[in-house]
């Protein structure tokens, strides 16, 4: 299909950081053929025109860390630290089976595409009863709706005991720990073989689908297991994601467990690279910062799951300033409650700025817009993120007759922090438009709607259980919890 938008404000997060006041795109099949001035737009033939002078174009935004089963349960946790809120939402997960899997993921996709994200990054763990835990299913889901994917799939290898700070726990816990970790775990053999044939099964970019693997974090991965999925990804040319240093209780095991941080110790394994991105990077130490920045590798930042849950704040001044990449993510909806990029973006702009006594390193609305789009992109080895030809013609038109555009006085500001989504008219995703006057265009939203609730209704009884099963873990994790924030 050739598709030509024109007469309008071009925000193209190009390397030149171009607005163009009369601009026009022109889509050739998965990706854009011309951007620039109306007045120089190529002529011919189209299969179709839009006219732009409505709306503002924008590139798609790229969430890049999130977890799609997480849809179904917003707004159902209290907030309360990772250690505790986790052993909730893993219990929440054990009665899904796949249908479930893909309602979250039509879910959580369909809240996306209408706020304006075309990629995602999911960092998938379901239930080890169902193939590929689930993650085939939120694959299906996220083509059948039209949004770009990352699918990583998340591993560990180590029990609960093993991974978090606990004092000796009571006899009497040890079967609900045993619990918990068989849950979660497998032997690293046997994850590293299935996420080979995860990624020869469903691996397919034509399909938008990338596989890669996830390990769930460095403290819950012997280095076996570790060294195992970066080299599938390097052998694969694939990213590599997984969770670093998101409560103050990890940093503590990382130095229990290697002696060092967690980043240096992922250096000294040879996992540190410019494929790896890595969610939250909060407990990050200062004399690692240049490290970090050296090794090409991303921070994914996501800042309200961290405000949520209490984690801490990544030092993304500090990481802006030394040249380390970063990119921003909604998280699961477990700790979020929602999956919206543009709430993120004015969030990552904000809330780094009491902490920084500095104002001439305050995050700015260009740096927090551009992490969204090209830092994501090029976190996952996709050429997207801005406009420029060449690029896969993943783009967004918002109507900018709304309050949040209203009236014009910097566009880009206005973006981080006056949008929310509610503008968001027309996205396209590898060419193919999938949301026309703010309306998905490939499924029905009511269809999308109906899987979900219907979904929740048959869960609950089987959730509720497990919930109330998970219970007796908590004193053990707050007692570790306050006895960690005592310490310097
Ligand atoms: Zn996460």
């Not at 030092?315 to 709430?343: I, R, Y």
């Not at 996205?427 to 929740?456: F, P, Q, T």
């Amino acid at each position: 299909m050739t598709l030509l938008i024109e007469h309008v404000l071009l925000v193209t997060l190009n390397d030149q950081n171009q607005i163009i006041g009369d601009g026009a795109l022109v889509v050739d099949g998965r990706r854009l053929s011309y951007v620039g001035p109306s007045a120089k737009a190529p002529s011919g033939s189209f299969d179709r025109v839009i006219d732009g002078s409505r709306f503002i174009a924008i590139p798609g935004l790229v969430n890049a860390h999130c977890h799609s089963p997480a849809n179904l349960f917003r707004g159902l946790f209290a907030a309360s630290p990772l250690e505790i809120w986790r052993i909730y939402w893993r219990a929440a997960l054990r009665p899904m089976t796949g249908e479930d899997f893909y309602a979250s993921a039509l879910l959580g996709a369909m809240e996306m595409l209408k706020t304006g994200a075309t990629t995602v990054l999911d960092h998938f763990f379901g239930n080890q009863a169902v193939p590929f835990m689930g993650a085939g299913e939120a694959i299906r889901a996220m083509r059948d709706i039209g949004l770009r994917h990352v699918v990583a799939l998340t591993i560990a290898d180590k029990s609960l005991e093993e991974t978090v700070p606990l004092e000796k726990p009571a006899a009497g816990l040890l079967p609900d720990i045993r619990r918990m970790s068989r849950s979660e775990t497998r032997e690293g053999r046997a994850w590293l073989e299935e996420c080979e044939s995860f990624i020869s099964e469903h691996h397919d970019p034509e399909k938008m689908t990338t596989c890669c693997p996830g390990p769930s974090g460095v403290q819950r991965c012997t280095d076996g297991l570790l060294k195992g999925a970066a080299e599938i990804a390097r052998r694969m040319r694939l990213p590599l994601h997984m969770h670093l240093a998101e409560t103050k209780s990890q940093k503590v095991m990382g130095r229990r467990l290697y002696g060092t941080s967690l980043l240096r110790h992922l250096e000294s394994i040879g996992a540190l690279g410019p494929n790896l991105s890595l969610a939250h990077s909060i407990w990050i130490e200062e004399s690692d910062v240049e490290l970090f920045a050296g090794s090409g590798a991303t921070a994914v930042h996501n800042p309200a799951s961290n405000l949520r849950l209490g984690s801490g704040l990544a030092p993304l001044p500090q990481f802006l300033a030394a040249g380390v990449h970063v990119a921003l993510g909604t998280d699961g909806a477990t700790s979020n409650d929602g999956q919206n990029m543009f709430d993120a973006i004015r969030l990552a702009t904000l809330i780094h700025n009491p902490r920084s006594a500095d104002f001439k390193k305050w995050t700015t609305p260009p740096q927090a817009l551009r992490m969204a789009t090209r830092e994501g992109a090029r976190a996952l080895g996709l050429e997207a993120g801005m406009l420029a030809p060449g690029k896969l013609a993943d783009l967004v038109l918002l109507r900018s007759d709304t309050p949040a555009f209203t009236p014009l006085n910097n566009v880009l500001h206005q973006l981080a922090l006056c949008e929310n989504g509610s503008s968001v008219d027309t996205v396209i995703v590898d060419g193919e438009v999938v949301v026309e006057g703010g309306r998905l265009a490939k499924m029905r939203e009511e269809e999308v709607l109906g899987l979900a609730a219907g979904s929740l209704k048959r869960l609950r009884p089987g959730i509720e259980q497990e919930i109330e099963a998970s219970r007796a873990l908590e004193p053990a994790l707050a007692e570790m919890y306050f006895r960690v924030a005592r310490e310097s």
